[in-house]
């Protein structure tokens, strides 16, 4: 029977041996499958087809770069591209009916797919005080709410403002103008708990906190690195810049727990041989590593290096380099010198010979890549990590040169826009000296209030207004009770949304979702239709146009929401053109051109196929930290300490999942059908612990103030190395401890999580399974 939107998914856990290669024709089937599942052909048809093109939608899934205007397909997408896209053009709705139908505390026990299932939201809503439903409100009275609130509050921090990644420039240049001249700069993203480990060390080492590398760098690279990220699910168009870049002669390290089917082999969808043939073998040298080894390795390769520097002197460093663009060299190497080779191996699980061949392919390569994603920054020692990657990178001038860099490969297709325009809590004091001069009021210059702080204040009461623009933030935020009681404490709670998620059900006292255009809709204003425009992960700052019908004639656009919602709260105490900025987005656009550095001009620049692509100093030989060079750093961090019995568990995505919504049950690449709840464990560790592959357990995390649970998962034995586990992200978000943070980035540790694994038998004990009680079925 075919199951209806109404009907939770029901689970039935399949495990098949994990892929070997990613992409190719199925998943060109899987993507074209869900697509008409959930829209039209026709609309299908319309949202892919411009999708990535010039004067087309950006795609809203990863921040991958597009290939130059002249050197793109047709087809400029992947699998799970057109997942996301259709995700948002699906055909169901949410109307006002079915808030009567269904009490918010109901809504509250479903499950994150179930909501995103239900389709797009179409009219503004409020949940009052005491009332357990939603109700239809007018946008106008909406806003007189939202502003009431706002006014009524002792300080400006008590409110934060919280954006996702998806959230256009104009948006979030909007919002953060707004909570400026309102009086805070409680400005919490998404990249707080994502790449802000990486923005940390690259500004304090490099001065700059984006990733120096573009597509041309890639494909002629020499040697790349592949650290801590799964591209075949995350970044998939990134295997064709590997491919090309392989295609060119370059060697591939890929460092991971996990034996990810991108990383091993790509069959690329548009190309005859991956078609029909085996693909392209990505990683040439694949470290599998232990989870949280990565500083280790970096120490152990950095310390090969240096002596085999001393072996061949001026044969092996960059000397003029390391003396005309850096500082803190000696330092650096004397604390290097100094690790010792059993804290390396037992940190990192791999021979000492495995990472000699390395040091050897680096010795052979004149342009080094480093790319990383999550696996690297959500762990305690984050930030150091990433250091030592710069410190690896600096030895032999791989920095600035072309085919050479650092690639921190950002996650929401414009997480890093939203950065440049202002969101985050510590903007630096020239971008607010900017803001004043454009806008003429005083921005505050006291540090805000970033997505853990905020979780913090809101706990405490001293914040207690909290609106979002875009995203989940209780599903993506760590300590997932933790986090739902916060918000439940706060006055007021708002979502700028799409779709249905967990967060409309965790409520303030009041509650309203204000309901918005997609990127992929037509966005006619005052003045008439507007396009919008969005950085990803290489700088290159574009445009974005959608073409679809809006879901809902009730819908306004994000930047009509802030506009509306700033012209009504400040009521002219601040001398900005709010009404001309909703009517015409080129207006905002033409102040951000007087504010960001490489922006000037914007409008006309942004119009030209490709767009315009940030400078990084970096490239031009410049380092802007206070010392004017790049900077050696001594780094250490402890791996957690595990006891015996213990894991360390990683969260991460499947393949099927938006961040915090998972689309189906399925991990295809990883053999995993019809259940999220499973644990996977190195069989090894299975038979040391006791356990039986389909025993059910509960996962229990260890820390210092309490133990969080998540029930009920089953054991699945997976070729993870020793000593960790790997489970689902956001169902174990409950596991994260809202303190467990990376030091100086305050970032989750969402992938070094301590935990045991607790057997659910009949008696709460270690119940022996035979073979026929398994859950699991191998095919
Ligand atoms: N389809 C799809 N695409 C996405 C997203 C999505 O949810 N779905 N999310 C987007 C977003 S916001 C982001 S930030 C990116 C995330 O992109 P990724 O960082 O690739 O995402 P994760 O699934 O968190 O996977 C992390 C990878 O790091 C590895 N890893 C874990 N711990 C360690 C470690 O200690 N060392 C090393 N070397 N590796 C480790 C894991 O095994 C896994 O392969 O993807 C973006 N793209
Ligand atoms: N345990 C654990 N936790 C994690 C992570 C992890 O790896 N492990 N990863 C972290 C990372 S890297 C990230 S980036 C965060 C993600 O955190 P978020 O960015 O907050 O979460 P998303 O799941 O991307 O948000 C999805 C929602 O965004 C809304 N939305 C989608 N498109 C639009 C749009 O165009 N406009 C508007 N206004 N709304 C829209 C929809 O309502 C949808 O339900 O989670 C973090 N949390
Ligand atoms: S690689 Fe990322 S940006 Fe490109 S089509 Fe796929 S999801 Fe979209
Ligand atoms: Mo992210």
Known sequence: MRRTPEDEPEESL?????????????????????????TSPRRAAVTLLTMNQVAGIDCPGCAWADPSPDHRHRNEYCENGAKHI?????????????????????????????????????????????????????WDDAFGLLSQELTALDSPDEAVFYTSGRASNEAAFVLQLFARAFGTNNLPDCSNMCHESSGFALHET???????????????????????????TNHPRQLSALEQAKRNGARIVAVNPLPEAGLLRFKNPQQVNGVLGSGVKIADRFLHIRSGGDLALFHGLNRLLLEAEDARPGQVLDHDFIQSRTSGFEDFSQHVRAIAWTDVLSATGLAREEIEQVRDEVLRSRRVIVCWAMGVTQHRHGVATIRE?????????????????????????????DRTMGIWEQMPDSFL????????????????????????????????????LAGNFVRAAPDSAVTEEAMRRCRLTAHISTKLNRSHTVCGRTALILPTLGRTERDIQADGEQFVTVENSMSEVHTSRGHLKPASKHLLSEVAILCRLARRTLDGTADIPWTQFEADYGTIRDRVSRIVPGLHDFNRRVARPGGITLPNPVNEGVFPTPQGKALFTRNTGQMPRVPDGHLLLQTLRSHDQWNTIPYTLNDRYRGIHGSRRVVLVNPADLRELGLSEGERVDLVSVWTDA????????????????????????ETNILVPLDSVAEFSNQPTSKGIVVRLEPTGPSGGRAERSAGDSVLRRD
């Open 14 to 38: 399949t495990v098949t041996p994990p892929k070997k290669w990613a992409a190719g024709v199925p998943a060109v089937v899987h993507a074209l499958e869900y697509s008409i599942e959930e």
């Open 86 to 138: 259709n995700d948002e053009a699906t055909t169901r709705r949410v109307t006002a009916d079915f808030f009567r139908r269904h009490r918010v505390s109901e809504l509250g026990r479903r499950s994150d797919l179930w909501l995103n299932q239900q389709g797009r939201l179409t009219e503004p809503m409020v949940k009052r005080p005491g009332s357990d439903h939603y109700e239809p409100i007018r």
């Open 206 to 232: 490099l001065g700059t906190g984006k990733g120096t590398v573009s597509l041309h760098d890639l494909h002629h690279a020499d040697l790349i690195f592949l650290v801590g990220q799964n591209p075949g």
């Open 389 to 417: 990657i710069v410190n690896f990178l600096m030895l032999r001038g791989n920095l600035g040169r072309a085919g050479t860099g650092v690639c921190p490969v950002r996650g929401h297709s414009n997480v890093q826009g």
């Open 433 to 468: 000296d900017a803001l004043q001069q454009e806008f003429g009021f005083d921005p505050p210059r006291a540090h805000g209030l970033d997505s853990v702080n905020s979780i913090r204040a809101m706990r405490e009461g001293r914040v207690t207004f909290f609106l979002a």
């Open 707 to 730: 133990e969080r649970r998540a029930k009920d998962f089953a054991v699945v034995a997976y070729p993870t190395t020793r000593g960790s586990a790997v489970a689902y992200y956001p």
